[in-house]
């Protein structure tokens, strides 16, 4: 017997096929490769009509929205496994309840944080710095952008439902609508009103906010009841502690992986800021790779997650095993590239001589990051898509705590000993992640063998 899903889409246990796999994974990536154009538009509006306090207040911006922003991510992560698992189990009213708690949840924090603007602005100037013109301009940017704040967080709601569902190619068009709309009123209001800053600052408010709508209407039939059917209430009361238990620990796995990105730029600053400014360049490697493993890693989420809600062990087994090939050659293609045309990459971010030596050295590093950085990825997309939020909170704390030791006693060799400190700590992630890998399958399926 098929079952049909809350937005009216056939999710008979389809056959996991590397081909069906690069299907959903490609509109991901090209969603991930759209998102920073963003920001390369408004620097570019700003670099031609503004001055210098203009374009690093615009930078400095854009650095606390992402901030802020990452912090919440847990709004995605946590709703893609609550929906995949509902979708998998034919549980409309369960999916819905689930989209429903995800965007009021994202909708209130949004609108706490409006009121705390005036607590955000004075904390960003104190801790970024920047000339009198530039902490103006931040703060009139700051004052503006942080009404976006419900319609992103809510959005975030969105994105983890079309993930959840499988509905890539829907991703993408949110993505690209998001971002089209926000260049067009960027040049709008920049070039045409000559508006500066503030007219950056709301153009993206206004595109945030349409950005949301259009969501909700690729997601309307889900979000509405079905004729007959009354609105869960029941559901969307019963699975509030659930949901906040998931998104809690999210929250700290995600801070957990901010402070190792942190510490391992704090330490590379304590050889100078040569080692500094490399290793920035080299890490723009690790975020473009990020781009695909992300793909492989978002398709993991929805697919385990339906899988787990079918009770579906062969489709379980054949998403993990196929992805995981994909997501592993990919990694070691990006490798190769970075090893066969890193040095052109380092030439092309920076003019400076000593900060290219540097960097130049590590590039073999960066690679090897890259290659073995894929199991992590899955890994998280496995236990994200199965709501196993706990094992990934506790996984990168131990993750953390061994990356600090180790970076601690590798500093006698100085930035290579920090590089291979950093290559460990993603390798603990997945190791220490992985070992969680057979309970979470017994869980689930009751049975003691994974492979």
């Known amino acids: 017997m098929s079952r049909t899903s809350p937005d009216g889409q056939s999710t008979i246990a389809r056959q ?15 969603a991930n490769i759209a998102a920073p154009l963003l920001g390369l538009a408004d620097t570019a509006v700003i670099g031609h009509t503004g001055d210098a306090a203009a374009l690093g207040a615009i930078a400095l911006g854009a650095l606390v929205f992402s901030f802020v922003y990452w912090g919440f991510g847990f709004l995605r992560m946590g709703t893609t496994g609550f929906i995949a698992r509902a979708t998998g189990a034919g549980d409309h009213e369960e999916a819905r309840a689930a989209l429903t708690r995800a965007l009021l949840l994202g909708l209130g924090i949004g609108m706490l944080l409006i009121p705390l603007r005036g607590l955000i602005s004075p904390l960003a ?25 419900p319609a992103t967080l809510a959005m975030f709601a969105l994105l983890g439902t ?37 007219g950056v600052a709301l153009g993206t408010v206004i595109a945030e906010w349409s950005a949301l709508l259009f969501g909700v209407w690729l997601l309307w039939p889900l979000v509405r009841p079905a004729r007959g059917t009354p609105w ?5 009361r019963q699975r509030w502690r659930a ?3 998931t998104n809690s620990d999210i929250m700290w796995r995600t801070l957990f992986l901010l402070a190792g990105f942190g510490w391992f730029a704090r330490q590379g600053a304590a050889l100078g800021d040569d080692v500094l400014a490399a290793n920035h360049v080299l890490l723009q490697f690790i975020a473009f790779s990020a781009f695909f493993l992300d793909g492989y890693a978002f398709v993991v989420e929805s697919q385990v997650g339906q899988a ?33 045309l890193g040095h052109w990459g380092v030439h092309a971010l920076t003019s400076l001589d000593s900060v290219r030596d540097v960097a130049i050295n590590q590039l073999p590093w960066v690679a090897l990051y890259v290659a073995v950085s894929c199991a992590a990825f899955q890994l998280d997309g496995i236990f994200i898509g199965t709501s196993e939020s ?41 190791l220490t992640l992985g070992a969680c890998l057979p309970g979470l399958y017994r869980r689930h399926f009751g049975l003691r063998d994974v492979g």
Request: no cysteine; proline share 2%; aromatic share 8%.
């Open 243 to 245: 949901t906040l238990r």
């Open 390 to 430: 706990r094992p990934m909170r506790n996984s990168t704390l131990i993750a953390l705590l061994l990356f600090i030791g180790t970076s601690i006693a590798l500093m006698t060799w100085g930035n290579t000993g920090l590089w291979l400190a950093f290559l460990l700590f993603v390798i603990f992630r997945g």
């Open 308 to 340: 787990v809600g079918a009770r579906d062990r062969q489709r379980f087994r054949n998403v993990i095993v196929r992805s995981s090939h994909l997501a592993a050659g990919t990694a070691l293609l990006l490798a190769l590239l970075i090893l066969l």
């Open 232 to 236: 869960p209430w029941s559901l969307l």
């Open 162 to 198: 079309l993930i959840g569902l499988g509905r890539t190619r829907h991703l993408l068009l949110l993505q690209v609508f998001l971002n089209g709309l926000n260049i067009l009123l960027d040049v709008y209001f920049v070039l045409v009103l000559d508006l500066g800053v503030a």
């Open 16 to 30: 996991a096929s590397y081909r069906a796999l690069i299907r959903l994974a490609i509109p991901v990536i090209l």
């Open 125 to 149: 100037l104190l801790l970024l710095g920047g000339s009198e013109d530039t902490r103006a301009l931040l703060h009139e940017y700051i004052q503006l952008r942080i009404w976006g704040a």
